[in-house]
């Protein structure tokens, strides 16, 4: 994926004065308002909501952190988060890769409508399964459980296309039959030859779903409440909807909980994020 | 993507079995007879291997697509054709749910609500898409950071975000009405009043998702061929030029993607709303000013506990989206057709 990239990059002509101006505001409009995140949750909730609103951090910020942390569980919610979208990304990573080498290398009866299908589910909205799967998870008490939210995620129709897009350029048949010659059989060729020729893309699908996951709303804030047992989107929800009367630099605090950890990942691996998206889309 | 498809299925590994490569090896001249036996069960095992497999490989799919993707869309559909209340006994009642809908004000102010915000959202925020990666496709200093700021937004999550911007659009102390307010404009209000705060909703959603887009067009636009554009530059076309008449047509089939990719976005826009709303989002403001229809299948189904309408209103929107994506193929065939 990367050389593909390098290759390419190379002939485009150099950038003048304006396209740099242009930039640097998109950079801007893109980050201030995360570094205004930062500025909020690190004065009082009186300074957040009075003209003019700071622009430079306060004092405030382990004050409402510790706040956020004890008084509205931000910790527990941060806890769920990470164990749903690892969950989710570990399953999807692993289900839609067996799919995308099924759907890329082996012949099946039915292969091409089989993977139309896949393709058209990606359209139907989430919203055409929330009330019957929310008939069932209060029939099962699942309501405020993890499961409810982790197992209609365990596997991507996105997913599925991705490591097919991927696999159907990036291994060769040769290697199949040659396993198949020495007599291996179709898990044995997984995991000898897809997986080792799949990480590339499993590991951006991982952190595609990862992002995903954590930042998931519409069904864990039906299933989930922001009083139970709630993800942080959940958790943020109950706090802007004012659940705890608490100020607003804390609700921005929970919203910096939520955010730092995946801008963290954004900075260390950013480079292979944005190679993951820009591949998945050329090749789709 | 159709000639590799079929380029595979030619080469793909032929139905017989190969001579079994381990079991060869072993085999002394005299002794065939009793190995056949073991050697006739490895041939059918390795045959049913190769059958069964596929199947095995993309069930996991299929069947949580069954379980949560199919029945309850089928059981949404039936509810939608009943009267049903929580934890009541659903009470056969047509297309009643559907015909009331169009006799609802709030669900036409929804519908029109869903697609004036859907408009004000994906249409700015793809064309801008469309500069940044023109812009990001230049030889620069700092690529790589500006590739990674402008998709921090992604990182952020819908109810961050939002509450976010819900502080810096507040009309009395928002740091954006203090900003118009430095180059001489009235406070605007953000909340109240429904242009405005459909505006606002549709930034958050144009923050979130230009950065994302632009970097699929980047990608795109790195594997349009170099020699068309020498071939325009020799005919003495512009930059602009350029842009207008090699790039945009070369890069059409991921254009027309990520107006799909919005376009169901924008259908199902439900976070935003509410959470900009605060404490009256579910109603999408105090006046439904901004309550588009999956915030209304919401307050029909969990504040109302009118399930059946809340099935209907979900039912209509996929409806939508398929006659949308109908309309797409048959123009698309159309233009087609009047090109070739």
Redesign the interface.
């Known amino acids: 994926m990367r050389t593909r990239f390098r290759q390419t990059a190379g002939r485009q002509h150099h950038a003048g004065p304006l396209t740099y101006v242009l930039l640097g505001l998109a950079a801007l409009v893109s980050l201030f308002p995360l570094y205004w995140n930062l500025v909020a949750a690190s004065h009082t909730g009186e300074r957040v909501v009075t003209a003019p609103a700071p622009l430079l951090p306060g004092p405030r910020l382990l004050d409402n952190l510790s706040f956020a942390w004890n008084q509205v569980d931000m910790g527990e919610a941060l806890v769920n988060t990470t164990v749903v979208a690892s969950l989710v990304a570990l399953s999807t990573v692993l289900f839609s890769t067996l799919a995308g080498f099924a759907f890329a290398k082996l012949p099946f009866k039915g292969r091409g409508a089989l993977l139309t299908l896949v393709v058209a589910t990606m359209t139907i909205p989430p919203q055409l399964s929330v009330i019957p799967l929310y008939r069932i998870i209060t029939d099962l008490g699942w309501v405020d459980q993890l499961q409810s939210v982790v197992l209609p995620s365990l596997v991507a129709a996105f997913g599925v296309f991705f490591m097919r897009q991927y696999l159907i350029e990036a291994l060769p048949v040769e290697l199949i039959e040659a396993a198949r010659m020495d007599g291996a059989h179709s898990l044995r060729i997984v995991w000898h030859v897809v997986f080792p020729v799949a990480r590339p893309a499993m590991a951006v699908l991982g952190m595609l779903v990862f992002v995903q996951a954590w930042n998931d709303f519409f069904w864990p804030f039906i299933a989930l409440t922001p009083d139970g047992n709630p993800t942080l989107q959940v958790a943020l929800a109950g706090l802007g909807a004012g659940n705890h009367s608490v100020d607003q630099a804390v609700v921005l605090t929970g919203a910096l909980i939520s955010t730092v950890p995946l801008l963290l990942v954004f900075a260390l691996l950013g480079k292979h994020i944005v190679g993951g998206i820009t591949a998945g889309a050329v090749k789709s | 993507m159709a000639t590799?498809?079929r380029a595979?299925?030619g080469?793909?590994?032929s139905p017989d079995p190969?001579?079994?490569?381990?079991?060869a090896r072993s085999r002394r001249p005299g002794d065939r007879r009793p190995d056949s036996g073991a050697s006739a069960l490895r041939r059918r095992?390795?045959r049913w291997?190769?059958?069964a497999?596929?199947?095995a490989?993309?069930a996991?799919?299929?069947l949580?697509?069954a379980a949560?993707?199919l029945?309850?869309?089928l059981?949404?559909g039936w509810?939608s054709l009943h009267r049903v209340e929580l934890g009541g006994e659903p009470e056969w009642r047509g297309l009643e749910n559907y015909t009331g809908l169009a006799d609802s004000e709030f669900f036409r102010n929804a519908l029109v609500n869903t697609f004036t915000i859907g408009v004000i959202s994906t249409v700015p925020q793809l064309l801008m898409a469309l500069g940044?990666a023109h812009?990001?496709?230049?030889?620069?200093?700092g690529?790589?950071?500006?590739?990674?700021?402008?998709?921090?937004?992604?990182?952020?999550?819908?109810?961050?975000?939002?509450?976010?911007?819900?502080?810096?659009f507040?009309t009395?102390?928002?740091?954006i009405n203090?900003a118009l307010g430095l180059v001489g404009f009235d406070p605007v209000d953000w909340e109240s009043s429904k242009w405005p705060a459909q505006i606002a909703i549709s930034v958050i959603v144009t923050?979130r998702w230009t950065?994302?887009n632009a970097?699929?067009y980047?990608?795109?636009m790195?594997?349009v061929p170099?020699d068309l554009y020498e071939a325009a530059a020799l005919d003495g076309a512009s930059?602009w030029r350029q842009f207008l008449s090699v790039t945009i047509p070369s890069i059409r089939p991921?254009i027309l993607?990520t107006i799909?990719v919005s376009t169901?976005g924008a259908?199902?826009l439900?976070?935003e709303p509410?959470?900009y709303g605060?404490?009256v989002?579910i109603s999408g403001g105090s006046g439904n000013q901004f309550q588009t229809?999956?915030l209304l299948?919401?307050e029909k189904?969990?504040v109302t506990g009118a399930?059946g309408q809340?099935?209907a209103?979900?039912?209509v929107?996929?409806l939508l989206?398929?006659v949308g994506?109908a309309q797409t193929l048959v123009s698309r065939a159309n233009r087609k057709k009047q090109e070739g």
């Not at chain 2, 812009?135 to 200093?141: A, E, I, K, S, V």
């Not at chain 2, 950071?145 to 819900?166: C, D, G, K, M």
Request: hydrophobic share 50%; aromatic share 18%; charged share 10%.
């Open positions: 590799s498809v595979r299925n080469g793909s590994p190969p001579p079994d490569a381990p079991s095992l390795y291997d190769l059958k497999t596929p199947y490989f993309i996991p799919f299929f949580t697509f949560f993707g029945f309850p869309l059981y949404t509810l940044l812009l990001l496709n230049y030889r620069l200093r690529r790589g950071f500006f590739r990674v700021a402008v998709l921090a937004p992604y990182a952020t999550s819908i109810a961050a975000a939002t509450l976010v911007f819900a502080q810096l507040n009395d102390y928002g740091l203090s923050w950065g994302y970097l699929i980047l990608a795109a790195q594997a170099q930059r991921t993607f799909i169901i259908t199902q439900f976070g509410m959470l605060g404490s989002g229809l999956s299948m919401y189904g969990w399930l809340a099935s209103i979900a039912w929107m996929l989206l398929l994506g």
